[in-house]
């Protein structure tokens, strides 16, 4: 069954996209929530046109969805989680959390526009934040042991001073 979307929804597609979803999927849930309609021959035409009539406002969309993106360009995340011994975290690494971070950092993003998936364990990966169709960012999630956080700084110190040390008997 072909599909108009009237609304963006991740992993499915975005507004005005036409895409074949199941005929259960589009009779029982797109088109009674209103995110979606019949694909006909006259809808088609009438998306062409509505197309045609928008493309500045489309332009003027994506450009302000590319500043959004340029934000992001080099942002980093680490997040520290409660770990076990075998370096599972208790509870997991999502979406939502991961807005939050953001928002620490002063970048105001909504939950629903990123897609990952859930983190369980310590490690390096990846979120991907999709602004607009073609704006889609990258940003790298580091995620830590609380307890690594700690103890790391304090093991860097006294090398740093052995160091200082070495250089001086040296001397």
């Known amino acids: 069954m072909e599909i108009?979307?009237?609304?963006?929804?991740?992993?499915?597609?975005?507004?005005?996209?036409?895409v074949n979803v199941k005929s259960g999927y589009g009779r029982n849930y797109l088109i009674p929530q209103g995110k979606g309609v019949i694909a006909s021959e006259s809808a088609k035409k009438?998306?062409?046109?509505?197309?045609k009539q928008q493309a500045h406002k489309l332009a003027a969309i994506k450009a302000e969805a590319e500043k959004k993106a340029e934000?992001?360009?080099g942002v980093e995340l680490v997040i520290t989680a409660k770990v076990s011994a075998t370096g599972a975290t208790y509870g997991s690494v999502n979406a939502a959390i991961v807005a939050e971070e953001l928002k620490n950092k002063g970048i105001e993003v909504d939950r629903k526009i990123?897609?990952?998936r859930d983190i369980k364990h310590v490690g390096d990966f990846e979120a991907t934040i999709h602004f607009?169709?073609?704006v889609e960012v990258k940003v790298p999630v580091k995620?830590?042991?609380?307890?690594?956080?700690?103890e790391a700084p304090v093991e860097e110190a006294p090398k740093a001073e052995e160091a200082a040390q070495t250089e001086e008997t040296a001397e």
Do not use: P, S
């Not at 108009?4 to 005005?16: A, F, S």
């Not at 009438?46 to 197309?51: F, K, Q, R």
């Not at 995620?143 to 700690?150: C, I, S």
């Open 4 to 18: 108009i979307l009237k609304e963006d929804i991740i992993g499915l597609g975005y507004k005005n996209d036409i």
């Open 46 to 51: 009438v998306l062409a046109e509505n197309l």
């Open 71 to 73: 934000q992001l360009n």
């Open 114 to 116: 990123i897609t990952m």
């Open 132 to 134: 607009h169709k073609e």
């Open 143 to 150: 995620v830590v042991a609380e307890n690594a956080a700690v």
